[in-house]
């Protein structure tokens, strides 16, 4: 059975830094690439950012670029997310998912599993 945990979301203010982590069981985690999203309230589901099995390919949302960062730890079987700088706007649920295999992509279909989301709210 697959799961993915997330945690470490919650409220902040503008400005400050937290960082999402999500633990993924049933897969072989150190093969398949990773990925963020995100949905805020009333609008779909969009992509953060992704990363490849090794790291070497990262990919990120415009919205993402140079504020946020996205990690792994295969030997924990853990992705994170490292948000900086955050602004009201990226107040949202946030969801770590897992592709099918070492390639993501930047579609909710390059992803099969997906955790049950984590609460971000930033305050201005």
């Known amino acids: 059975q697959v799961q993915l945990v997330e945690s470490g979301g919650g409220l902040v203010q503008a400005g400050d830094s937290l960082r999402l982590s999500c633990t993924v069981s049933?897969?072989?985690?150190?093969?398949?690439?990773m990925a963020w999203f995100r949905q805020a309230p009333g609008k779909y589901r969009e992509f953060v950012a992704s990363?490849?099995?090794?790291?070497?390919?990262?990919d990120y949302a415009d919205s993402a670029k140079g504020r946020f960062t996205i990690s792994r730890d295969n030997a924990k079987n853990t992705v994170y997310l490292r948000m900086t700088s955050v602004k009201p706007e990226d107040t949202a649920v946030y969801y770590c998912t897992t592709a099918y295999g070492p390639l993501g992509g930047r579609r909710m279909n390059d992803y099969v599993d997906w955790g049950q989301g984590t609460q971000v709210t930033v305050s201005s």
């Open positions: 049933g897969r072989a985690f150190g093969k398949i690439a």
């Open positions: 990363m490849s099995p090794t790291g070497g390919i990262r």
